[in-house]
């Protein structure tokens, strides 16, 4: 008799955009954004573990072509502060940094040097 086992996601653990220019992608994520890069993998990828744990990638397939992605949201703890800051590091940013404010958080929408889309998040108590 076999048994079943339902098994469940715990969690994600790394998201990932694919890149056209590895070394450029880096470049920003890492100078201009000021993630930390914590491993590499040449001309294939790099990715960026947060304090919290979570991690995020770049990867240029060999495989397939680029395509934009979208979707990942950056937490952050003041909105205000980081959109000022990205936009003067050149950072683009939609409808010049306009903050988007729901009922459970705000947003900030934005885009990478090669075209992906990220929303800058923070959290309402």
Known sequence: ?????????????????????????????????????????GDVGAEFTF????????YKPDDQEWRRGGGILFAVDDLDAAVAQYKSRGVKLDDDGKIEDTPVCRMAFG??????????????A
């Open 1 to 41: 008799m076999s048994v079943q086992q339902q098994v469940k996601i715990k969690g994600i653990d790394v998201a990932i955009y694919l890149v056209k220019d590895v070394d450029r992608a880096k470049k920003f994520w890492r100078d201009t954004m000021g993630c930390d890069v914590t491993a590499e993998w």
């Open 111 to 124: 885009e990478d040097s090669e075209g992906n889309y990220f929303i800058l998040h923070q959290r309402k």
């Open 51 to 58: 304090p919290d744990g979570t991690t995020f990638g770049l």
